[in-house]
């Protein structure tokens, strides 16, 4: 049976050390990879919106306003 030196800890140490920062690392792009996908499909959907904003009928508040803009 092999005797573990200290430099067999530190080894250890150094691959636990480097296995958490890849996880930390593959954490953070999943998460960036979540944020492009949800601005991705808010954009698809203000693109949706701003195609049809002009053909739907005008909306006036029981205030009296109109949510167009008058050109």
């Known amino acids: 049976m092999t005797e573990l030196t200290q430099e067999h800890f530190e080894l250890i140490d150094k691959n ?3 296995m958490h920062e890849r996880k930390k690392i593959q954490f953070l792009e999943d998460r960036i990879k979540t ?8 954009a ?3 693109a949706r919106f ?3 904003e002009n053909n739907e009928p005008d909306f006036v508040h029981s205030q009296g306003f109109s949510l167009k803009e008058k050109s």
């Open 50 to 52: 701003q195609m049809t």
């Open 16 to 18: 636990r050390a480097e």
């Open 44 to 46: 698809k959907i203000l």
């Open 35 to 42: 944020l492009e996908n949800a601005i991705e499909s808010h």
